[in-house]
Nanobody, 124 residues
Framework: QVQLVESGGGLVQAGGSLRLSCAASGRTVSRYVMAWFRQAPGKEREFVAALSWVGDSTDYADSVKGRFTVSRDNAKNTVYLQMNNLKPEDTAVYYC?????????????????WGKGTLVTVSA
């Protein structure tokens, strides 16, 4: 079992930055695909970013490309999501997810482990 705990959310003005953290426990996630999803009120959960341990390859939703960066620190068993130039439409609960293996998916049902989420609110 893998337990995931997100932190770093909060209220920020448009154009600002936040860094989300996802601390994993229970197992080392160095051989897991780690992903971030978000869910805004009344909307479906959507893919934000993913990071594979193979070559540290990454993938991003078009809406966040160039603004968000996903990274990992295997020594700390932690994954990060650096979010720059935030926009009001980025407001959502952000979830960390994990799946054993090297292939990432943009569909949330493919992931086995989830955190409880952290709220990001971007004011105009």
């Amino acid at each position: 079992q893998v337990q995931l705990v997100e932190s770093g959310g909060g209220l920020v003005q448009a154009g600002g930055s936040l860094r989300l953290s996802c601390a994993a426990s229970g197992r080392t996630v160095s051989r897991y695909v780690m992903a971030w999803f978000r869910q805004a009120p009344g909307k479906e959960r959507e893919f934000v970013a993913a990071l594979s341990w193979v070559g540290d390859s990454t993938d991003y939703a078009d809406s966040v490309k160039g603004r968000f960066t996903v990274s990992r620190d295997n020594a700390k068993n932690t994954v990060y999501l650096q979010m720059n130039n935030l926009k009001p439409e980025d407001t959502a609960v952000y979830y960390c997810a994990a799946k054993y293996g090297s292939v990432w998916w943009t569909t949330y049902t493919r992931y086995d482990y989830w955190g409880k989420g952290t709220l990001v609110t971007v004011s105009a």
